[in-house]
């Protein structure tokens, strides 16, 4: 683990990586940590607020940019030791250091760029009648220490140094990051290389620690403690839940941005299906057996009317399916839970399975596709509940009242994926208003799965799908879960903080008196 600066081994308990293909458990053995070590991490991250929070914007950037590098200098260590612990491909684990690095560099980006402060100034009027306006400045400050859990689904880019991580050290919060436990060694080198810049920047030793816990009472705890100040948590709605609790609970509630549970809706409309069906269907496959369906976003709802187009869609993709190879999936326990989910879908009286992947060995996934009525869809709420891994559930709807009956029984989605033809386009207007009251974000002609990280970029959704819909974990509106609004009223220029100071020392984009100012 890290504690600030310092190297520890465990104590409390033990923790092995363990072989995702073969279950093996893998050397070395981590140690959780104790209460102790928890009241070290969040002490040492309380210290390094003050001083953190209040480092000019290029030293913060580069601090970020330092990450990334030292995340890039591990090289095959990191992504050999990530394949093993996780089962992924090495193209996959590849492509999510790219984008683990990129997200890093994206948010130093934003950090040098300061439009994220969003600094307000409203000039003092004392003649304007009947009263005067004093002058009013506002900025965003970072809240304080943050609480980043680690995601199973993915090592690098949700995890460690992932999303939650960057966004909250670019909002200048210090990090406290709790590894999974599947992924330990992933973890520890990913630490590594955050306390090398840390270092080597001559920030507080505090901005960054990582722990592991052998257990839950170091997470929770995690959760509880005072100096924590919000929470960055990727996984099951159960987790999810548990950490939202322990937050609303304490003597200071704080928020817990938890992205959970999504079955992420794909609807089919009549035009499209009359044009390229069997194109859909083929597509869907792909899009549902990527990576063994262990994505947030993973097509596990498709919804469409009754008819020859849902035939050929159906057919099309049960045929693609049936050569679907099983894959690895993350963890022996995963697997365990999405074998079971597949059995009570496949088990159930009002639902029919359309095909099957090829079988795997070990703990691969075998993809599955299952189709119901609309009306045995809506009689029963656990047909809804999310199934991760390959495994999608078709509802066949009369009509298209029967549709937006569904879509409007649905739980918040972090995705909706709309298969449209330009005859479809005003039924498709019809439905995008009730579609954005459901989801996060809207896709047209394709699916879910590829987050782009960028600046529009929505990675969350109503509840269930995440904790707080206002809120993204990808892209740089990320950023904001960690800041807060401060107004300064006639505070004299000496001690104004640079941000609002008429000179404008960070030169940044301000908005004055209602209106844009660029910067010079």
Request: include cysteine; hydrophobic fraction near 40%.
């Amino acid at each position: 683990m890290f504690i600030g600066a310092r190297a520890v081994q465990g104590t409390q308990g033990e923790i092995r990586g363990i072989s995702a293909a073969t279950g093996e458990k893998l050397d070395p053995a981590f140690g959780g940590a104790t209460k102790d070590d928890l009241d070290d991490s969040c002490r040492l991250a309380d210290e390094a607020f003050d001083t953190y929070r209040n480092t000019d914007p290029e030293t913060r950037a580069a601090f970020l940019e330092a990450i990334a590098q030292n995340i890039l200098d591990l090289g095959d260590e990191l992504v050999e030791r990530c394949m093993t612990e996780s089962g992924l491909p090495r193209p996959r684990i590849e492509g999510e250091r790219g984008r683990t690095v990129g997200q890093l560099r994206l948010f130093a980006q934003v950090v040098r760029a300061g439009r994220y402060l969003d600094v307000r100034i409203d000039p003092a009027m004392p003649d304007r009648q009947p009263l005067p306006r004093p002058d009013l400045r506002s900025r965003m400050i970072p809240v304080g220490p943050v609480a980043v859990f680690g995601a199973s689904n993915f090592p690098l880019a949700f995890s460690v140094a992932g999303g939650d991580t960057a966004s909250a050290l670019a909002a200048g919060c210090p990090v406290v990051a709790k590894a999974h436990s599947a992924h330990p060694g992933t973890s520890e080198l990913v630490g590594s290389a955050i306390q090398k810049a840390v270092a080597s920047s001559g920030l507080p030793e505090g901005v960054f620690s990582l722990l592991f816990d052998s257990g839950r009472e170091i997470g929770q705890g995690l959760v509880a403690d005072h100096r924590i100040k919000a929470v960055g948590f990727t996984g099951s709605r159960g987790g999810g839940t548990a950490l939202m609790k322990i937050a609303a609970e304490r003597k200071e509630p704080i928020p817990v941005y938890a992205e959970m549970s999504s079955i992420n809706p794909v609807i089919l409309f009549e035009g499209a299906l009359k044009e390229r069906a069997e194109a859909i269907g083929k597509a869907f496959v792909g899009s549902l057996t990527l990576g063994a369906g262990q994505f947030c976003t993973n097509p596990g709802l498709i919804l469409a009317e009754e008819g020859e187009g849902l035939n050929t869609f159906l057919s099309a993709a049960a045929e693609t399916l049936k050569e679907a190879a099983a894959s690895t999936m993350l963890t022996p326990g995963i697997h365990q839970s999405y074998c079971q989910g597949v059995e009570a879908l496949a088990g159930h009286n009002q639902v029919e399975t359309v095909a099957r992947g090829k079988a795997g060995e070990n703990f691969q996934g075998q993809a599955a596709l299952f189709a119901t009525s609309s009306e045995a869809f809506l009689a029963d709420p656990h047909l809804q509940e999310e199934v991760f891994g390959s495994s999608s559930l078709v509802v066949r709807c009369p009509d298209r009242d029967a549709v937006r009956d569904v879509v409007e029984a649905l739980e918040g989605q972090l995705t909706a994926a709309i298969h449209i033809a330009e005859s479809d386009y005003p039924q498709a207007k019809e439905l995008l208003p009730l579609l954005e009251k459901k989801v996060g974000r809207i896709l047209v002609n394709g699916f879910g799965t590829g987050v782009e990280v960028a600046h529009a970029m929505v990675h969350g959704g109503p509840y269930p799908s995440t904790a707080d819909g206002r809120s993204t974990s990808v892209g740089t509106m990320a950023i904001d879960r960690f800041l807060r609004p401060v107004s300064y009223q006639d505070l004299p220029d000496a001690l104004l903080p640079d941000d609002v100071k008429d000179s404008n020392p960070h030169k940044l984009e301000r908005l004055m008196d209602g209106k844009a100012v660029l910067a010079d």
